[in-house]
């Protein structure tokens, strides 16, 4: 049975790992214009109308702000069904733009989101993939050794899966870095370290449960707090753009109250961190 032929679009960090782990099952060609044929890998072409242009299957791994440009560019290439699977982490609506892109070619989009960092696991890299095209896509993957998941729905309901990981992880990182920051300008750099390592290994259900409760129910405090903690940053001479954020959202709770929680256990085991341990009413 003859290989298929698959266009990969953009030799980034992704775009490498996918070439490599994908060279050897397919017959493929990349394109991305910050490397030229000759370059790194053999299957760079000079051209995304090269790369796509007689293609089976396309998987756009660009940037999320070239992928509508990637696809622009992709689209007269594209034969009646081949799958087009935009894998960058753009916002849904650009992902629905994609998709009417691609169906006016007649081909099949793919809204897919990589859900971890590629280079650690290279092609069971774990992606999730919506829109018309999700289930082919899906089977072309176990074909050829990548972790694809369906989940259905419509173009972009993939990319916001990803993208409100990327609040909640990207967020906690821009905060730690914060903290870790302020407590080194505190001379608390040890003690911080060990009470952030403890945080984040004791925490589960019941810990995230109190963690957004909590704010629900001790929203003033906490709104105290948190100008507190951001007149300590500034004196302390850190920028406390996290700090006054998040003094800024629980004033708003306070006024608006919690989005809805699933429903579950509300009570912490004994012994567990709670987020409100600190003294106060």
């Not at 007689?54 to 999320?64: E, F, P």
């Not at 173009?155 to 909640?168: I, Q």
């Not at 903690?229 to 959202?249: F, G, S, W, Y």
Request: net charge negative; aromatic share 4%; hydrophobic share 45%.
């Amino acid at each position: 049975m003859e290989k298929p032929q698959v266009a990969l679009l953009g030799h980034g960090e992704a775009g490498r790992v996918l070439a490599a782990g994908l060279g050897p099952r397919v017959r493929l060609r990349v394109y991305d214009p910050a490397y030229p044929p000759g370059g790194p890998a053999k299957e760079l072409v000079g051209s995304n109308a090269e790369a796509v242009r007689g293609a089976d299957v396309v998987i756009a791994v660009t940037t999320g702000a070239d992928s509508l440009a990637a696809c622009t560019e992709s689209a007269a290439q594209l034969r009646p069904g081949v799958l087009y699977a935009d894998l960058s982490t753009a916002a849904p609506g650009d992902k629905r733009e994609i998709a009417t892109l691609v169906e006016a070619a007649g081909a099949v989009a793919v809204d897919g989101a990589i859900m971890a960092p590629v280079p650690l696991r290279g092609l069971a890299t774990p992606i999730l993939a919506g829109g018309a095209g999700a289930e082919r896509f899906a089977a072309f993957a176990r074909a050829h050794g990548m972790d694809v998941t369906p989940i259905g729905g419509d173009p972009g309901d993939a990319a916001a899966r990803k993208l409100l990981r990327s609040v909640l992880v990207k967020g906690l990182s821009a905060l730690a870095i914060e903290a870790r920051a302020a407590a080194e300008a505190a001379g608390l750099a040890e003690w911080f370290w060990e009470h952030l390592v403890e945080t984040v290994t004791g925490a589960d259900e019941r810990f995230v449960r109190r963690l957004l409760e909590g704010a629900g129910q001790h929203g003033v405090r906490r709104v105290h707090e948190m100008d507190a903690a951001t007149r300590m940053l500034e004196e302390l001479d850190v920028p406390p753009t996290m700090t006054a954020a998040t003094a800024a959202i629980l004033r708003r709770v306070t006024e608006t109250g919690l989005p809805p929680l699933p429903r579950g256990d509300r009570s912490p085991e004994p012994g567990t961190i709670s987020p409100d341990s600190t003294p106060g009413p």
